[in-house]
Nanobody, 126 residues
Framework: QVQLVESGGGLVQPGGSLRLSCAASGSIFSIYHMGWYRQAPGKDREGVSCISSGFESTYYADSVKGRFTISRDNAKNTVYLQMNMLKPEDTAVYYC???????????????????WGQGTQVTVSS
């Protein structure tokens, strides 16, 4: 199995930046698709971005395109989410998720990802 631990969340002003990290252990990291989800109070968990294994193709939700960048370092068993030009509506708990490859990562969902971290809080406010 895979164990995931997120870090890097915090309080930031609108327009600011944060970089989230997700460290994985317990399995072969390189064979997993990795995704970032977020959940705001009173809302469903939604997909933010994902990066596939293999060729490492990426996907971004329309709400974050041009502002967020996902990357992975297989040598460090870590996936990152660089978040720029943050907006108040980005406020949420951000979760890292992993799923075995087999289809593009964007074709997976909350219901199909196999492993989840505990989340890290991101608050965008003045």
């Amino acid at each position: 199995q895979v164990q995931l631990v997120e870090s890097g969340g915090g309080l930031v002003q609108p327009g600011g930046s944060l970089r989230l990290s997700c460290a994985a252990s317990g399995s072969i990291f390189s064979i997993y698709h990795m995704g970032w989800y977020r959940q705001a109070p009173g809302k469903d968990r939604e997909g933010v971005s994902c990066i596939s294994s293999g060729f490492e193709s990426t996907y971004y939700a329309d709400s974050v395109k041009g502002r967020f960048t996902i990357s992975r370092d297989n040598a460090k068993n870590t996936v990152y989410l660089q978040m720029n030009m943050l907006k108040p509506e980005d406020t949420a708990v951000y979760y890292c998720a992993a799923v075995l490859s087999g289809r593009h990562c964007s074709q997976h969902s909350v219901n199909t990802y196999d492993y989840w971290g505990q989340g890290t809080q991101v608050t965008v406010s003045s």
